[in-house]
């Protein structure tokens, strides 16, 4: 709960520092070669397997600061090292994210995920143990990508569970973190003038 915390103070005083430096750019409201629309593709490894897609749209508000809202469709695969079992989820989900630009091609990023997640144990060939459940997930971590407002962009990341949700996708059965890698590719909808 300190991190969440600590984590939310941090990016309250970013946002106050960026709002403070965006006083000094041009004025105005919606510009339309600010809306942009993408899709991420998720990896992970682990006694395991994470693939999936995460469409999104957003506004870049400043040179700064991107925000929006994201969705996911996760697959997850997950082996028990000690009997023969695998784990499987299929999670939908989404919500609110945050990129912070404090230098060109370097990103902290935040999302956090609501998903609704389908689950299924396979033992010795047979499907068992089905279940449904939701789970929050807050995924921050670090990205390198190439930024210009209104021009199409590229970025990495690698990002993890700041939650301690035991049924978040992103954590292995015995509640470890599992890094998630995600690539994305996003396209500005308005003329850059």
């Known amino acids: 709960m300190k991190k969440l915390i600590l984590s ?4 309250a005083t970013t ?3 960026l709002h403070a430096q ?3 750019e041009e ?3 919606w510009k339309s ?7 991420g593709i998720n990896l992970g490894f682990s006694n395991g397997f994470i693939i999936g897609l995460n469409p999104e749209v957003g506004y870049s508000i400043n040179r700064f600061l991107d925000a929006g809202i994201a969705t996911n469709f996760t697959y997850i695969t997950q082996r028990d090292q000690f009997t023969n079992s695998t784990a499987r989820y299929m999670a ?3 919500g609110p994210f945050v990129r912070i630009w404090p230098v060109r091609m370097i990103f902290i990023g935040g999302q956090y995920e609501y998903n609704a997640i389908s689950y299924s144990e396979k033992i010795n060939g047979v499907i068992g143990n089905k279940q449904k459940f939701n789970a929050g997930s807050l995924l921050v971590g670090l990205g390198y990508g190439s930024r210009v407002i209104g021009q199409s962009q590229f970025y990495t990341s690698i990002m993890i569970d700041a939650l301690n949700d035991i049924n978040s996708p992103y954590r292995d059965e015995f509640g470890r973190v599992l890094p998630v890698f995600r690539t994305g590719f996003i396209f500005y909808l ?3 003038k």
């Open 8 to 11: 939310l103070l941090f990016l």
């Open 15 to 17: 946002v106050s520092w």
């Open 22 to 24: 965006d006083e000094d």
């Open 27 to 29: 004025k105005g409201g």
């Open 33 to 39: 070669d600010h809306l942009f629309i993408g899709t």
């Open 92 to 94: 939908i989900g989404g």
């Open 190 to 192: 308005g003329r850059n």
